[in-house]
């Protein structure tokens, strides 16, 4: 019998890109300063943000795989870092938000005391105002990712996220809602009804190194760090001195 030929087989490819849809359910009252905040008076983000997103995911693999690379950490942490800053992230907010407004009065360390004239008294507490500001999400919040071939592996690492913005504003990652599909599943669209909010994303080029607190290496802003205009398809319906509630359209 004649042989086959080879020259019929088409060998497909090995990975293609893919987008990641993943949702989460808050479990707690979200809060994440927005980039032009001072110290002491502070309005919040409504969602996370892309650079608050790729850091919580940078932690985790940090964490867990951080350790077994012990020995070629540069070389492995360059290459992850790379991927992870080259997703593109499209936030869709839960159904209805309210953001409630606090005013707190504490006492803080005066930070210019150890810099002061020793020769003059100085007082290292002060009393001082500050403004926060509190979001109530109801719903689910939705993530999107890629175009990237690491699916599976950032599917692992956006299992093991529990919280987004400040430390115990907890989220529950939902496994049963994750959708992986050719295009994203949704896209800003500044044509509805939409409000803007600035989105801090990495650089195209940062380093690991630019970001990392223990380098001694400094990120700069518009270069490691940059910002900009984000639609997000919410509508302001009802406002208060206290709160501000918006529905998704």
């Known amino acids: 019998m004649p042989k086959r030929s080879n020259k019929s087989k088409r060998s497909l490819p090995e990975s293609t890109e893919q987008w990641l849809t993943v949702a989460y359910k808050p479990v707690s009252l979200f ?51 790379t991927w992870i800053r080259d997703l593109q992230i499209f936030v869709q907010p839960p159904e209805r938000l309210i953001v409630n407004r606090n005013g707190y009065k504490l006492r803080y360390y005066d930070q ?31 993530i999107c990712f890629g175009p990237t071939v690491k699916v599976e592996e950032l599917q692992q690492l956006l299992a093991q996220i529990n919280y987004f913005g400040k430390r115990g504003c907890f989220f529950q990652y939902l496994p049963d809602a994750t959708q992986i599909t050719a295009t994203p599943q949704f896209t800003p669209q500044p044509n509805q009804s939409f409000i803007v909010q ?18 001694n290496e400094k990120a700069q802003l518009d270069k490691d760090r940059v910002i900009q205009t984000g639609f997000l398809p919410l ?6 001195a206290k709160y501000d509630l918006y529905q998704r359209k």
Not at 32 to 51: E, F, G, H, I, Q
Not at 52 to 80: P, Q, R, Y
Request: charged residues 25%; glycine residues 4%.
């Open 198 to 215: 600035l989105m801090d994303d990495l650089g195209a080029k940062t380093k690991f190194s630019k970001i990392n607190p223990y380098s």
């Open 31 to 81: 809060s994440l300063k927005r980039s032009d905040a001072t110290s002491m008076a502070a309005r919040s983000n409504l969602v996370p943000t892309p650079y608050a997103i790729k850091m919580a995911v940078l932690k985790v693999l940090l964490e867990n795989e951080g350790f077994a690379h012990s020995t070629d950490f540069d070389a492995w942490i360059n290459n992850e870092f």
């Open 235 to 240: 509508e302001l319906v009802a406002s208060s």
């Open 112 to 142: 210019t005391a150890d810099k002061a004239d020793k020769n003059r008294p100085t007082v290292p507490m002060q009393d001082g105002f500050v403004f926060r500001e509190w979001v109530y999400l109801e719903g689910n919040l939705q």
